[in-house]
Every structure is written in structure tokens, then in C-alpha cells.
């Protein structure tokens, strides 16, 4: 099956060149050639399904004498872990993503109303795919290994979850979507067709948007919920690196509706095209580079590929900037807007916002980076976009407060004007009578713009939907006013403290009585149970403790309980184990025993293991545990990772009880092991100290909902779209009737 994979990739390169070559030629006007070239295409989507296919028969049937499946698989990974390993290492995530872009070829091809462009953009599309495959060439996923292994190492257990299954393949479906809107401009400057380019690429922008958008929103669920980092967002390298691309894509939109509405913005629209695929190859350089590895969690490792990246990138670049000057002359500027006072300017300035949002985030992405070309290489802190992205986020949102109150050519209602500022004012007012303090002057102008936004927008809403003509647009404008009162909120009013927490013990904090109860084996390790009452909240907190394999040190995982106005965050810090002998304690030479309870527990000899050629050694002790009508075998273990020790406890009698090794002695062959179970009495299981944070993020579910509006109003945009060229086909269609400017129910700024 590796050979077939491999013979795939080989042919998905041939066909692609071939159909490279077939589609200039039907550009050239040998429109004969067309069938050729989509059959050629076909191929290509073809042969890279089947190397994609046959890299999931590799990881399925568990062939570890492959480098890609020993590195990010194992046999004892759940079956939707086996799938998410296709794209837990480069060489997958580089398969998946052409993958996509030749599925969304397809689609291209399919449609009639982009077969104008279809020649051209196949030209670029098979062009992207090729410099992809040159990558998979050098770095392939059917590499053997030099040495054929049995057991693979799995994968990296931070990533064992079940959005690993859902969040990379949503990204990637955006970045593949974000080369077609490239490809309609590049064909647009070869083809001179400066006037229609833009009207076939808004879809394809829109769903670009709308999918990379929802996979920012999965990654930080992922992080908030099950990571423990206690926030949806750190302004990490690697996640600026998705962020650029959105907010380039989100001034994009509006540049594209202006051209549309009002052919303004005629160079702009075509060169913003066109930075957002670069940014889009040029975040794919520095995640997968190694050049973020000291600043990002996220970060791959050098492959050695490092060329090729810069190759693409370069050559991208290049052929897109060529063209942009070599046709600059004969693009006309555009209408400009004489009047202000209209929503076509204000929009416009939107999108020059955004862009300026779009650059200082890559300013402060790539500072690793410039910094190491200056000597020792540095990262910019949360500051610096705290002091950049603030400005602007408030900038954007009173924009979109102004929004409702313009119209396309000029007009200014007073009454929308005194409505939203209104609001404004009351709920900034209301905000620094809670806090009881003036506030940072950046935080509170977002805050109040932001406000006025969703007041705003959300009675232009409700207007336009008593007149049965709603805008997605206010909709969107809406969710993203909430989102960021939402964020601003949770972040600037969120309460947290460190508490320990003796077992057994109550300990009140935050308002809140807090007792840690007990742990309880698991599977992998242990959970801490923590009892939570106070403020109206009543609730047992499970604070998992995991030894993943071939990782050293202890994977602790966070609890969150959600309430409507606020979430209770419990993130686990250290376990602390008691000082000195405990009851329940014991030490025991080989072949003695001890009596616990109803039963007793006979040490009969150590057994020893090691992973990953010696990196983790595991000492273990089997114990024989017998009661009345019972007896069983149990290897409770010690991990040893470097300078890290762990215990494994290991239950018996049904999980009633468990034994854990504290020490081993080999001087005298014996070994040190505590017995714990709902037979020892309390006294006895008291002594271990749970660390903890505990923090409470309010309106933080005002952030989620704000973000699903946002990506809802995409989706309906996406929907009127299609139903309007339903009915304007037909002839019946509203819009088919609609005056030059007229507002649109497309999404705007």
C-alpha cells in the first residue's frame, strides 16, 4: 500500500502538469482541448484521494514499518484518533490541503458561471498543487523506516481529542478555499477582465472566510475547554498565522462588494486578493519551518523542507506582483466617493482598517523572525497587541455602528446616530459603576463602541425584518460587537485565585466553599474530585491527571462548569503529597504481607519495563490481593521521564481499592506501596494538598454566541446568494429589478 501511495503522489504530479499544460492552451482560445484538460484534472483529484486513502490503510492497519504512521500513531488509539492521525504531522496536513484545494477544483469546474475563468484558474489551481507535491517528494508519508518497529508513538496526547478531528480538517478546508479567490485574480490581470473578476471570486471568499473563521472558533473552544490555558486566545505565532488570513479575508469581502456596488476600489480589491494568499503560503512557512519553535506550542519541527516553502512562497509572490505591475496601468482606479457622508466611503474605510489590522498582526507574528535575522531572535508580548489590535478592534466597531445610519450614495439619519450613541453611553456608563473604576481609556472605548455596534445593528435588524428584507450584514455586525464585548468583559472583569486545598478540608475562596474529596484511578492516571458550593452553584469538579505515554511530566486537565451569565474555571496546578509515613502505608520485601481491611496483599517481585529506546523506564510490583471468595493479581507501576516520577496505582476487587508504589528499595528488595479505597477510613486517606485556580470569566458565553452569529450570517449571505440567482434566472427575481445601488442583502463591513 506505500508503494501505492507512492505511485499516487507521482501521478497526481504528472496529471496536474499535464493538465497545467492542457487548460494554457484552452486559455490560449484551443477551446478543443478543454475536455482533455478537465479529464487531466480529474486524475489529479483522483490520485491524490487514493495516496490520502492509502495513508489512512497504513495508520488503520497499524504498518509501522512506515516513518508517518510509527511517528503519530499506535495500537491502542481509539478509531477517531487513527483518522485524526492523517493529519497529526507535516506530510498529512500537506496531502489533506491539496486534497481539498482539487476537490474545490472541481466544484470550479462544475460551475457555469465560472467557466470564463475556469482555463486560467486551473492553470494557477494545478500550479499550487504541483509546488505542494514537489514538498511531498522531497518529504514523503511512505517513507519507510530503517529499522521496522511494532508499536508506533502515538499521538502527541495533547492533541487525543475529539476536536483533533474536527478543527485541522475545517482550517484546511479554509485555506484551500483562500487559493481560488487568488487564482480568479491572477486570471483576471493575465485576462484584462478587471470588470467581472470580482462578482465570480465573492463565493469563494465568503466560504473561505466563513470556514477558516469557524475553525479560529473550534481551535479556541478547544483551548478554553480542554487545554487548561483558562482562555480561547494568546496571541500564539502559530495562531496569528490562521488570524491573518481571516481578517485579510474579512477586508477582502468588503472590497470585493465595493467593486461590485460601486466599481470602486478597482487595484485595491485585486491586490488585497492577493496578499491574502501570501500571507496564507507565508504562515504555512512559519509554523512548519521550525523557525517558531522556541515562541509556539504549536510549532512543527524542520523536516528539511525549508527550501521548498521559501521556493513557493517566492515564486508566488513573485508571479503575483509581476502581474499586479505589469497590469497596474490598465486598471482604472475606480469611482471615487465624493461624498463622505455615504456608506460606500465609510465601508472602504473599513476595509483599509482591517488591512491595517491585518499588517501589524504580521508585524508582530513575524518578529521571531526579524529579530533573528538581527541577531538574537525575540517575540513581541501580549502588550504590543493589546496596544495595536485594541485601536483598531474599536475603530472597526464604530464603523459598524455608523453603518446603519448611511446610505449607499449619502444621507444621514440623526435618529440611528442618537439611537446608537445612546446606548452607548448607557451601557459604558452601567459598565464603570460595576467596576467601580475608570477603566483602562483603550478597554472602555471598546467597550462603548462595541456597545453601539450591537444597539445599533441589532434595531436595523429588527427593522429590516418587519419590512421582510433582512441584511445578513447587521446580523454579522451584531455577532461581532457581542463577541467582543463578550471577550472584553470575560477578560477585564475575570476574578481568579490560587488556592490549596488539603484533602478532606473545606476551604472557601471567590465566595465559593471548596473540598477536595478524594482521587480516583483512572485508566491513564487519576482524577482529583473537588466539591464546589456557594453563589447559587452546586457541583463536583473532575480535575483529570494523565501520564501519557512517551511524554514526560503529568498532562492535567481543567473542569468548567457553565452557567448563562458566567463559567466557574478549575484549573489544577500540583498535587502535593504528604510528608513523612501515612497511614495506609507499607513496606514490604519480596514474599511478605500485610493485612488492609478484609484483605491482604502479598509482594512477590519487581518488574521492570522501558518505551521509546529507554527515554521512560516503568518499575513495577506485582501483588497478589486476596479477600474471602476473591483473589487477583495486580502491577501497580512507577514511572520514571527523566527527573519526573510518577505513580500508576492500579485498582483491585473491582476498583473498591487501589495500591500505589511510593518507593522502591533495591538495596533490600522491597517496595513502599499505599493502599486507598472506600474501606479506609477518612483519617487514613488524609494528607495529600490539591493546587489549584480558580477563576470565574463572566459573559464569556456572550463571546461563543457572538462568534456563531458572525459565521451564521456567512452562511446565510452564502444562501440569499444562491436563492437571488435562482430567482434572477427565472426573471422573477427582486434583484433583477433593484436600481444601482440599492442595499444589497449581502454581508458588508
Known sequence: MAAFGEYCILAAAAAALLSAVLYALVWRGREDYRRAARAAFTLTALFLTGALLALLHLILTHDFRIAYVFSYSSTDLPLWYLVASLWGGQEGTFLLWIVFVAVLGLVLIASPRAREFEAGNLVFVNLFILSILFILLKKSPFEYLPVWRTEGNGLNPLLQNYWMTIHPP????????????????????????????????????????????????LGGYWAYETLGWGGFWAWDPVENSS????????????????????????RFSLAIVLVTFWSVLYGTFLTRSGVLGDFSVHSFVDLGINNFLLGGLAGFIALGLSLLVWRWRDIRPGASFANVASRSYLVSLGVVVLFLGGLLTLAGTSAPLLTRLAGEPSAVGLSYYFATMTPVAAVVLLLLGLFPSFRWNHGLSRRWLLLGGGGAAAATAAGLWLSGTTGDPLYLALFAAATWALVSNGYALASSWRKGAVNPAYLAHIGLAAALIGAAVSAGFETKQTVRLPQGETVRAMGYDLTFVRTEPTAKGFDCRVEVAGAGAAFTAVLPHEFPRNME???????????????????????EQPKGPEPGSYTLAKGESAAVDKYTLT????????????????????????WAGGREEILPRLRVSGDEVAALPAPFDEGRGTVAITAVRPEDGAVAIKVAGAFVPPAEMAGETLTIELSEKPLINLFW??????????????????????????GTGAAAKAAPGEISREISV
Do not use: C, N
Request: no cysteine; proline share 3%.
Open 170 to 217: 475545517v482550517m484546511f478546508v479554509g485555506f484551500a478555499a483562500a487559493v481560488m479567490p487568488a487564482a480568479f485574480a491572477m486570471t483576471a490581470l493575465v485576462g484584462r477582465k478587471y470588470d467581472t473578476w470580482a462578482e465570480a471570486a465573492r463565493p469563494w471568499t465568503l466560504f473561505a472566510w466563513a470556514a477558516l473563521g469557524a475553525a479560529l472558533v
Open 603 to 626: 509482594f512477590h517481585e519487581f518488574a521492570l519495563t522501558s518505551h521509546s529506546e529507554g527515554a521512560v523506564t516503568e518499575a513495577g510490583a506485582r501483588i497478589t490481593v486476596a
Open 705 to 730: 454566541l457572538g462568534t456563531a452569529l458572525v459565521f451564521g450570517s456567512g452562511l446565510w449571505s452564502m444562501r440569499e446568494r444562491r436563492r437571488r440567482r435562482v430567482t434572477d434566472a427565472a
Open 243 to 266: 488570524f491573518i488570513p481571516w481578517i485579510f479575508l474579512a477586508a477582502q469581502i468588503h472590497a470585493l462588494f465595493i467593486k461590485r456596488q460601486r466599481q470602486g476600489l478597482m
Open 553 to 575: 511530566g503529568t498532562m492535567r486537565k481543567p473542569h468548567v462548569e457553565k452557567f448563562l451569565g458566567h463559567d466557574i474555571y478549575l484549573s489544577p496546578l500540583a498535587l
